[in-house]
Structures are given as C-alpha cells and as structure tokens.
C-alpha cells in the first residue's frame, strides 16, 4: 500500500523544509507548497483515491490565509482531512476552523510526536464518519460523539467547549456520561476505543 500523502502548506520556507523531512522519516509521502493558490492548482490535477491523504496548513499566510482555503476546499466539494498549525495567538482562528470540520490544530512550535498523532487522529475520525466500527460507539448522542471527536483530537475542555458553543462543565458532564456508556475508566482506554482498538 502507498504511504499516506501529506499536502504541507506553509509560506515559511525553513518550517516547510523542516517538516517535510520529519513527515517524510514518518513513513508519509509529504507534497510541500508556499501557498495555498500553489496548493489547489497540484491538487486539482492529480488523481486521488489510491491513498489516505491529509492537509496540513498554516493558518496566517499572505494572499489565501488557511481559513480561506478551507473554505474553498468546501466549495469545491473537496473533503481533506485538514489539520492547521498555528501560532499561539490564533488560537480563536484555530476554533473556527473546528467548527468548519478542520480535525485538528498544532500551536506552534510543536513536537514530532504532535503532528504524527495529529494526522493519525485525522485519518481515523475520517474514517469514522460513518460507519463507526464499534457498535458501543452507536450508544452515543450526537453531542457525544462530537465531544469524543474533539477528546481524540487531544483539544482540553476549554477548548471542547468553546467549539460546540457550551460550558465546560457540560463538557465535563458528556465526558463522563460517554466514558460510562463506553465502559472505560481513563482517557487511555478511551482513546483505544474510538480509534477503532477496543
């Protein structure tokens, strides 16, 4: 099978290097562009489908920010799992983005273990819409399910909540309810199961 293809948007040129050769000691296949405009013209004209693919943009670019191209990518119907790197302050940015269907976002700077996770996490929330392979899974609420989504995505309470609009202390309250329902007794265990290991 293809090792998966990474597309690397960032108009950093050193960070981008930098990047590429991690994801490509990763065992992933890395495309990397200077911008978004660079990214969609390689995009559109290559055949997909043969292998898993991720976006990893930044999200502060000149000319096409990397919320202006997610929101192309929804208007052209592509659906990438799309993971966003971030400076500290855009955090609120990074936010919105989850709320668009972006699978995850890196504060920068940022381990090698964060984006190899990052992107396994991307693929295995893609893969999970639907079907779900575990059938304890399908007790879940909707909200639930989404809590769980932003629970594997690594993202803190605060963070869970400020993305579905709700406080954390409901967070709190889904959480454990979903922990309950699953039969799990640590974050551990639960990530096991909604990544399909349970």
């Known amino acids: 099978m293809a090792p998966a293809r990474i597309y ?38 290559e ?11 930044d999200i502060r670019m000149p000319q096409m920010s990397g ?10 119907g592509i659906r990438l799992p799309l993971v966003f790197v971030t400076a500290h302050g855009d955090v609120p940015l990074a936010v919105e983005a989850m709320r668009k269907g ?11 273990e964060a984006l190899t996770h990052a992107i396994h996490a991307a693929f295995a929330s893609r893969r999970q819409h639907p079907p779900m392979r575990n059938e304890a899974l399908e007790k879940l609420s909707p909200r639930e399910r989404q809590v769980l989504d932003l629970v594997v995505a690594s993202k803190p309470n ?4 400020d993305i579905l609009g709700i406080s954390i202390k409901t967070v709190e309250l889904h959480r454990a309810n979903m922990m309950s329902k699953l039969g799990v007794r640590s974050l551990p265990e639960l990530m096991k199961v909604a990544l ?3």
């Open 8 to 45: 690397l948007v960032d108009d950093n040129d050193a960070f981008r290097e930098s990047t590429a050769w991690l994801l490509e000691t990763a065992g992933f296949e890395p495309r990397p562009f200077p911008s978004g405009a660079a990214f969609l013209a390689a995009y559109e004209s």
């Open 47 to 57: 055949r997909h489908g043969a292998r898993d693919e991720c976006l990893v943009s």
């Open 67 to 76: 919320l202006q191209l997610q929101d192309e990518l929804l208007r052209r």
């Open 102 to 112: 972006a699978t995850n976002f890196l504060e920068k700077p940022f381990t090698d």
């Open 158 to 161: 605060k963070i869970i909540a």
């Open 196 to 198: 399909g290991h349970g």
